[in-house]
């Protein structure tokens, strides 16, 4: 069964402070895992997008991993701000026969930056 | 500036009634996609269309209906055989292909009165 888990479910940190964010997923085919910022009541905003040949793929102070063969991906956020206090979303993508894009998304962790 | 715009933001409906979440967007996407979403779960597909007049049901597509008659526009309708509506629902839109970034909408909240 395709499936996308994250953990830890919620999280909080100190303004200032660095954290990681977990993904595991069971997709297959695997095309690219994406990883999304939500604010609560707003569309995602893209963070980084990965292929299997990438290990590694930073935005600002966002880093993203990908092990393909354990198939787990991690974020880090470095120097946390009050504004990174949002869910963030793994999502994995499969292409379907027809060439569309078939998304899994996980139902996200929760991070809060308190002051 | 492009993008993808949702209406309305909020949206109250009555039992029985269908209503129509608006979708429209101005950056040449082939690919549009219509999202469910509910506390603690993740995003579910309701429904999504690769090219004009042709879309292909989702996950939970029981209950909601669509049209692609423009490029630009892929309206949503919640029927009243969807039984618990209640929701947020994100519309979003691609180019075809896997590698393309996936634009998001700002989202609309249905609630049942």
């Known amino acids: 069964k395709n499936q996308v888990e994250q953990s830890p479910q919620s999280l909080i940190i100190l303004e200032g402070k660095n954290c990681t964010l977990q993904c595991n997923y069971t997709v297959s085919p695997f095309s690219n895992l994406r990883w999304y910022k939500q604010d609560t009541g707003r569309g995602p905003v893209s963070l980084t997008i990965m292929t299997f040949s990438e290990n590694t793929k930073s935005n600002g102070r966002y880093t993203a991993t990908l092990d393909a063969d354990t198939k787990q991906s991690s974020l880090h956020i470095t120097a946390s701000q009050l504004s990174d206090s949002a869910s963030y979303i793994c999502?994995?993508?499969?292409?379907?026969?027809?060439?569309?894009?078939?998304?899994?998304f996980g139902t996200g962790t929760r991070l809060t930056v308190i002051p | 500036d492009g993008g993808i715009t949702q209406s309305p933001k909020y949206l109250f409906r009555k039992e029985g009634q269908n209503v129509t979440l608006s979708c429209e967007q101005n950056l040449n996407h082939d690919a549009m996609y219509w999202y469910r979403q509910d506390p603690g779960q993740g995003l579910r597909l309701i429904y999504y269309s690769q090219i004009v007049n042709d879309f292909q049901k989702g996950d939970i597509a029981e209950g909601y209906s669509v049209s692609r008659e423009k490029k630009e526009s892929f309206p949503l309708t919640v029927t009243s055989a969807q039984k618990n509506p209640t929701a947020f629902y994100l519309c979003?839109?691609?180019?075809?292909?896997?590698?393309?970034?996936?634009?998001f909408g700002e989202g609309s909240w249905l609630t049942v009165v």
């Open positions: 979003a839109s691609t180019t075809p292909g896997g590698w393309n970034t996936i634009y």
């Open positions: 999502v994995v993508t499969s292409l379907l026969i027809t060439g569309a894009n078939n998304l899994f």
